[in-house]
């Protein structure tokens, strides 16, 4: 997909927007008539989805090619930077969808891949095929193990060691440090998404950074505890979409409407993953370091109690006070 190669899910022809070209949608499609499937949170901002459809920003809906959808205006479409600059976009109609379920598996992949969630749909073999059940796999949690240990002494902790974790079809490496020396009691647990921006560039947009590095402190003033270092950037959009949100806060939009534009959802993250590491380092009580509910409950749905909800909150700064204020007010952050 990323390379501009089509794919097919259960007979569903797709060819990604983002990485398609004159050429390859003309091999692709050399009649013109391949429809395109964008995600519901897209589609509210088209004004195709209804309320209920847009209230689950990642179901498929199905837009119908009109004559004049060439591979700008389709782009135009699925990349909402672009709404600015192309104002008098449509009219578009919304199609049924024959296979939600393949094509959901789609939107699914399309965010696994870091694409925008859109796709030109056509009939007819390609070389690579799949099944929703490969893209449930390659997500799976309970696939992940636990490959090697070594120690590692940081800043903040020389008493840590590092443990890596990988599934068979994900390239994605999750990270574990574990910092001090057991001592029967539960670990103070910190998950931590990956932030390439915060924690190694050192932006001010967000409280990445300083949040990494106070959990690492905290942890070790504790006397025993874990740091889960999850490869889920920009809520598990990556990098580059999570970016893509970055250039529409530039244009007004929160954080929570940046991600639904692009056609995504708010929290696209599975702390399922962080569940699973903790289990395979033999700890399912555990007091978690957040201001997040959400991942109380991603753990202790996947079998991991948390005894203690430990706040975890940084003094803000004059670039990530809206950001925060956003968390609070509308992702259930208790600060």
């Not at 799949?130 to 636990?146: F, G």
């Not at 806060?249 to 940046?258: E, I, K, N, S, Y």
């Not at 534009?261 to 370091?289: E, I, N």
């Amino acid at each position: 997909m990323r390379r501009g190669w089509p794919i097919a899910i259960d007979g569903l022809s797709l060819l990604a927007v983002e990485t398609a070209d004159p050429e390859r949608l003309a091999a692709f499609d050399g009649e013109g008539r391949a429809d395109i499937l964008i995600s519901s949170g897209r589609a509210a901002t088209l004004k195709l989805a209804n309320q209920l459809a847009a209230a689950d920003p990642d179901s498929p809906v199905l837009v119908e090619r009109a004559p004049w959808i060439d591979l700008p205006a389709a782009t135009a479409l699925a990349d909402p930077q672009l709404d600015l600059a192309t104002p008098l976009k449509g009219p578009y109609r919304a199609l049924p969808l024959g296979d939600p379920t393949s094509a959901g598996a789609a939107l699914r992949l399309a965010r696994i891949a870091g694409l925008l969630p859109a796709f030109f749909v056509n009939e007819g073999a390609v070389e690579v095929a799949l099944t929703p059940a490969d893209v449930d796999a390659h997500e799976d949690p309970d696939r992940l193990t636990l490959s090697v240990r070594a120690r590692l002494p940081v800043d903040g902790a020389e008493d840590a060691e590092i443990a890596a974790f990988r599934s068979p079809e994900s390239a994605d490496e999750h990270i574990a440090l574990l910092i001090g020396t057991p001592n029967g009691q539960p670990p103070l647990v910190r998950l931590h998404s990956e932030c390439l921006t915060g924690d190694v560039l050192g932006s001010l947009k967000c409280d990445c950074g300083p949040q990494l590095q106070a959990a690492v402190r905290a942890i070790a003033e504790s006397g025993w505890g874990v740091l889960l270092y999850l490869r889920q950037e920009g809520r598990g959009i990556g990098l580059v979409n999570k970016l893509r949100a970055y250039a529409l806060q530039d244009q007004g939009f929160d954080t929570v409407d940046a991600n639904t534009r692009l056609g995504f959802a708010v929290d696209a993250r599975d702390f399922g993953v962080a569940a699973r590491m903790l289990k395979l380092l033999g700890q399912d009580r555990v007091r978690l370091l957040t201001n997040n509910p959400a991942k109380v409950a991603g753990l202790e749905t996947k079998g991991v109690t948390v005894i203690e909800r430990v706040p975890h909150h940084l003094p803000p700064n004059p670039h990530n006070e809206r950001y925060l204020a956003t968390k609070r007010d509308r992702t259930g952050h208790q600060f």
